[in-house]
Structure formats: C-alpha cells, structure tokens
C-alpha cells in the first residue's frame, strides 16, 4: 500500500471512530432526557382529553405555562426561575408537547379552556397565572374566559397579537438550519447543533449568541439549560407545529380584571415589545416591564425578573 493510501486508510478509521463516538455519545443522551421527561409528571383524563402535568412545591397555587418547545420540565423550571420559592407550582405540557396529544381543536382558547379544568380537577379555585411566549396566548384566553381561576396574570416576553409589529423571527443562514431541524423532528440534529455550533440554537430562541457570550457564567448556563430543555425535540415537534402557525387575532384585553404585569426587551429577536405594549394598553392597571437588552430569554435580568413579580404579587395582595 502506498503512503497516500495508508494515510487516507488512517483517517477513514478516525473519522468512523469519531462518528461512531458520537453516535454512541448522542444516544446515550437522547436516552438519558427520554428517561427524565418521563418522570416527574401525571396525566388528568379530563373532558377535552389527556392533559400531562407537573405539580410542585407547597404554597400559593401557580401555573405556569411554557412556551414553544416546551413541556411541563420547562414550566416547572421557568417558575423556578422567574418567581423563586414559595409557590405551588402546577405546570402543565400544552397541546402536542409531551404526553398531551393534539384534541381536534388545538387553539389557545381550548388550551385556556384545558389549563381552567385542570386547575378544577386539581381543586385550585384561583391561581397566578404566569404565561411565557407563545404560553401567553393561552394565559390571556384562561383569564377572559375563566376570570375566577385567576389571582393574578403574569405575562413574560408575550407572543401575543399587536396591530403594527407582529411577533416574527428572522429567517437567516442559522436559523434556516435550526428551522429545518425543528420541521424534520431531528434530534440528532438539534444534539448536534447544541455541541458544535450552540449560538445557532441561542438566536433561534430570540437571543443574540454575543449577548451570551458576555454574560456571567452562571447565566449562561441558564440559557444553555434553556437549550437543552427542548430536546428530546420530536416528543415536542407537534406542539411547536401548533404554535409556529397562530391565528392572532385582537381579543377583548379591556375585559381582564386580574391584577397584570407584563416583561419584555427591546432586543427580543421574536419582537414581542410591541405586543406587551399593545396589551399593557388595553388591560386596565397593567404594569409594563421592559429591559433594553435581554432578548427573549430576558439574558442578565433573572434576579431583577423575579424581585419585580414579587414585588407585584406583594402589591396585587396575593402574597403577603
């Protein structure tokens, strides 16, 4: 065998073996998350169908609705984050995330619906409501619809309807990537995007990676956690199929009577500040939040986040 060919013949076998790594390295972690997203939760047989959920913590009832790409892991990790101790926290997984199927109507007013009947079947009478990005929609519906069930309505980074600026996200180079990812239900792909190129993923969930970059240790690992917590990405790809194509329409935001605080950044790639304005507009006494920078994992502001909804659950009178 020549010199060329022996070489070529070694790195063939080291490119098996690094393939044959990672493979191994990918399934032990798919594993390892469809172990962990499978503990942790119960299902309520309920009238609109099978709805998975969370329940947590001792102390004022919460719930706490993730956004796309989430789950109930994600609810309980977002109140953890944005309100801290002190709560029961009951985190359902919406529509098509998890062990919740798709019901025939998958809209945000049945999903308001769903999250009123859990709260019933759990015998919560009133509960704050935190809503988080494409949650919010159905945060807002539990409120108008269900306005008994709700103590306080709390509304983060909100991808709800606004008149002049929709909520969007930009499509470039990465995105198209993660995008694809996301359509095919690849975990593999989403595994291999958050090991070798994760600012990908980070600007795909409305953060700018540079943002990150500068931002204390701790923080990003928080929103590396952020990263993590979508995969297993196929168990969730009906959900976020549901939410990457809503129907917004203006809904009757006058009409709320819970005390409402509403957070957002300037800097959200998803553009979700002009949607929390419109809303803080109409909901009568809203209290409107907004950083300037942050993105849509509000990067830097997690302590001042969760001393602000104390402060406003203390001034709703719903803490003491």
Known sequence: MSRIGGFLLVMLI????TTGMAFLLYRNELGRLRDAV????LVANLNIGPIEYADSGAGIPLLSIHGAGGGFDQGL???ADLAGGGFRVIAPSRFGYLRTPVPRDPSPAAQGDAHAALLSRLNVPKAVVVGVSAGARSAVELTLRHPDKVAALILIVPALYSPTSPVSIDVGRGNKFAFWAVNAGG?????AAETIAPSILIRFLGVRPALVTAAPQAERDRVMSFVRS???LSLRFSGINIDSAPE???LPLE????????ISARDDLFNTLPAAEFAAGKIPGAKLVVYDTGGHLLVGHAQQVRK?????LEGAGVIP
């Open 187 to 191: 975990d593999f792909a989403w595994w």
């Open 308 to 312: 602000a909804v104390r402060v406003f």
């Open 230 to 232: 979508v995969e297993p």
């Open 14 to 17: 080291a490119m098996a073996t």
């Open 77 to 79: 990790a977002l109140a």
């Open 248 to 250: 917004l329409h203006e």
């Open 255 to 262: 009409e709320i009577t819970a005390p409402t605080m509403i």
């Open 38 to 41: 499978s503990q942790g939760s």
